[in-house]
């Protein structure tokens, strides 16, 4: 028994406290669409490797034992340290609430996962896809798109890291069924960033690359304490904000 | 692994159990005294916080027919890594360090240079335990109160 469970690294440290933040942080991203939100991720807990800090406080913090998780094949081996903390069990794209790639190439079609019904569209599944370059450091520049859509006064140019023509493709297809769909969140080390199924995307038409703004920084690790509230007041200030 | 892959995991489920058990029902004083015993060994890691919640209690008339629900009761829990073996703690009654210390002596007790010495500490442990138990029983027994059901013999 001891050896089935062996080795299971720790969670948050404070949970209720740790999980509200990172929640107050993945609505802050869903309400503000493709932006990137930064926050220590890694130090709230050491996410043990593959897992990429971002994707795990996500999943840690919005799943429970009513949630199918699905794993994509690099990060199978997390399943054990999810259904541990969460509860969350695995299971097939399909049925999945959540599902994390680690990155994007790896990341079941987006037809393939659940997109709700029309009674229930919020019962869409929300795909997370450990893609953007860590924060950090030299940031290479992605495929540059342009949103725009609800949570994006004018349409917003942003560095598409890790994204590719065919998601696009497929994410515009989606959006002819809204309300149903699947919301997407882009993680990597600190920083996050959402699409959720009300946003559209296209390739930018002032060609060129994509340049990565981080918008804010935002709460998480010891000192986060009520940055959240910090991190809505210094978004509304400029940094090529669209408001 | 004893020769009866089956007989020998039932068997040191059984001793788990026992341990986890011994943990639970013993008072928090005692499990600190044995965790100080254990200074030296390597820093335990906490893989859950101890934490307090709700617990529904289930229960069965007379030990059978069908479960129903009893109640609440508050209970924490939580779970350490001593390198690399886990141990678990639950209490009855919100008591977090308990739980934390339970955890502790139940990792150390599954940890193969440990295990000796806990297992003794927790024999002792359970020895006065069963002491204050048949003390409290033979206080109960003088008490008993019976039942009897006249039954009419119409028949």
């Known amino acids: ?243 | 692994m004893e020769p009866d892959g089956a007989t020998g995991l039932a068997a040191a489920q059984e001793r788990r159990r026992e341990r986890m058990e011994t943990l639970s029902l013993s008072p928090p004083e005692e499990l600190e005294r044995i965790a100080s015993l254990f200074a030296g060994c390597p820093e335990p890691v906490t893989v859950r916080a101890a934490e307090t919640g709700l617990v529904m209690v289930r229960g069965r008339i007379a030990g059978h027919g069908a479960a129903f629900n009893l109640g609440e009761v508050l209970a924490s829990r939580c779970v350490v890594s001593v390198e690399g073996v886990l141990g678990f703690g639950y209490t009855l009654f919100p008591d977090e360090r308990h739980a934390y210390l339970a955890a502790l002596c139940d990792a150390l007790g599954g940890h193969r240079d440990y295990a000796g010495p806990v297992e003794r500490e927790l024999a002792a442990l359970r020895r006065r335990r069963a002491e204050t138990v048949s003390r409290d029983e033979a206080e109960a027994v003088g008490t008993r109160v019976e039942f009897f059901t006249m039954v009419r013999g119409d028949d």
């Open chain 1, 1 to 243: 028994m001891e050896a089935v469970l062996a080795g299971i690294a720790p969670a948050f440290r404070d949970h209720p406290h740790d999980s509200q933040k990172v929640f107050r942080l993945a609505l802050e991203a869903m309400a503000r669409p493709a932006r990137f939100l930064e926050a220590d991720f890694a130090g709230l807990f050491p996410a043990p490797p593959p897992l990429d800090p971002a994707a795990a406080a996500l999943i840690l913090t919005l799943c429970d034992h009513d949630t199918g998780l699905y794993l994509s094949p690099s990060l199978a081996g997390a399943a054990g340290y999810f259904s541990f903390h969460t509860g969350a069990r695995p299971c097939h794209p399909s049925e999945a609430a959540f599902a994390v790639a680690g990155d994007l190439s790896e990341a079941p079609p987006l037809d393939a996962l659940g997109w709700g019904d029309e009674a229930c569209p919020d019962l869409g599944a929300t795909l997370v896809i450990c893609c953007l370059p860590g924060g950090g450091g030299a940031v290479p520049p992605g495929m540059a798109l342009r949103a725009s859509g609800p949570g994006l006064g004018t349409p917003l140019e942003f560095a598409g890291h890790g994204l590719t023509e065919a998601f696009v493709g497929e994410r515009e297809l989606m959006r002819a069924c809204y309300p149903q769909g699947v919301d997407v969140f882009l993680t990597g080390g600190s920083l996050i960033c959402a699409l959720p199924r009300t946003t559209a995307l296209e390739r930018s038409r002032q060609g060129g690359r994509g340049r990565m703004r981080v918008a804010a920084k935002a709460g998480g690790g010891q000192g986060g304490r009520g940055s959240a509230g910090e991190h809505r007041r210094s978004g509304q200030g400029g940094e090529g904000e669209c408001t």
